[in-house]
């Protein structure tokens, strides 16, 4: 039994259950469930070249059962039902020796052909504001800042309440990976809104030339950016939604 091709680095079909170490395949003993195969390949850097790990995961019912690390370069079990696969691939040379060598046929290989893709991708994110309570009775608004369907991972996400900077009841959500190389992220703000005051969220990406600023409220005003005195406008009051489009900036806002 063989997960790596020898000679071409392909993968070869998993086998559908755990085996032992002569190879008889261990009858699961629920009637339906899920078993997973992982390969992964993770970079500790931007050229591909340096600290390459190759990882080799086995699941059961989405709890990881076994698994090979190229820096251990041995297949370890992780609960019981992985000790008969683990004791089997580590008896089996060949596999043992296909593992090991995925770091530089397998990882690096199409590091490098996709690579230049991976590094290249600007997607602009899409950003959006919605107001909600947790008490209606109380006075006290919840400002949830949404940017979605953005890449490269790394984001900047700010609110600003009447042209300044919110540091008060600001709450950072974990960043999602949301499919399609695509990533998520929430940024909330709590606050008891007085008549006139605007708010707005500024995100910063790679994608875009200047910030998008977002702002909610009863009025657009002039709000301070990331290198320029320039905002975006939003939509007033409501749900307010923007992309990366004109700008109308003030000169001498203070930043």
């Given at each position: 039994?063989?997960r790596?091709g020898?000679?071409s680095?392909?993968?070869?079909?998993?086998?559908?259950?755990?085996?032992?170490?002569?190879?008889?395949?261990l009858?699961p003993?629920?009637?339906?469930?899920?078993?997973?195969?992982?390969?992964e390949?993770?970079?500790?850097n931007?050229?591909g070249?340096?600290?390459?790990?190759?990882?080799d995961?086995?699941f059961?019912?989405?709890?990881?059962?076994m698994?090979?690390?190229?820096?251990?370069g041995?297949?370890e079990?992780?609960?019981?039902?992985?000790?008969?696969?683990?004791?089997?691939?580590?008896s089996?040379k060949?596999a043992?020796?296909?593992?090991?060598a995925?770091?530089?046929?397998?990882c690096?290989?199409?590091?490098?052909?996709?690579?230049?893709?991976?590094?290249?991708?600007r997607?602009?994110?899409?950003?959006?504001?919605?107001?909600t309570?947790?008490?209606?009775?109380?006075?006290?608004?919840?400002?949830?800042?949404?940017?979605?369907?953005?890449?490269p991972?790394e984001?900047?996400?700010?609110w600003?309440?009447?042209?300044?900077?919110?540091?008060?009841?600001?709450?950072?959500?974990?960043?999602l990976?949301?499919?399609?190389w695509?990533?998520?992220?929430?940024?909330?703000l709590?606050?008891?809104p007085?008549?006139?005051?605007?708010y707005?969220?500024?995100v910063?990406?790679?994608?875009?030339?200047?910030?998008?600023t977002?702002?909610?409220?009863?009025?657009?005003?002039p709000?301070?950016?990331?290198?320029?005195?320039?905002a975006?406008?939003g939509?007033?009051?409501?749900?307010g939604?923007?992309?990366?489009?004109?700008?109308?900036?003030?000169?001498?806002?203070p930043?």
């Open positions: 039994m063989q790596w020898a000679e680095g392909e993968k070869l079909p998993l086998p559908s259950c755990a085996c032992s170490p002569s190879g008889r395949i009858a003993s629920a009637r339906r469930f899920l078993y997973q195969w992982k390969a390949c993770r970079f500790s931007a050229t070249r340096e600290q390459v790990r190759f990882l995961r086995d059961y019912d989405r709890t990881e059962i698994r090979f690390d190229s820096a251990r041995r297949y079990a992780l609960t019981p039902l992985g000790e008969p696969s683990a004791e089997y691939f580590n089996r060949e043992l020796e296909n593992a090991r995925a770091v530089e046929r397998f690096r290989h199409n590091y490098a052909i996709d690579g230049p893709f991976a590094h290249g991708r997607v602009q994110p899409a950003v959006t504001i919605s107001p309570k947790d008490n209606p009775l109380s006075p006290r608004t919840l400002l949830l800042c949404t940017a979605a369907s953005f890449y991972r984001i900047e996400v700010r600003l309440k009447n042209g300044l900077w919110a540091t008060e009841g600001v709450f950072y959500g974990e960043d990976h949301i499919g399609d695509m990533y998520q992220t929430q940024v909330m709590e606050d008891t007085q008549r006139g005051d605007v707005a969220c500024q910063a990406h790679a994608s875009l030339q200047t910030p998008i977002v702002q909610w409220g009863t009025a657009l005003l709000l301070p950016s990331v290198g320029h005195s320039c975006l406008g939509s007033v009051g409501g749900l939604e923007g992309k990366e489009g004109p700008k109308v900036c003030w000169e001498g806002w930043r």
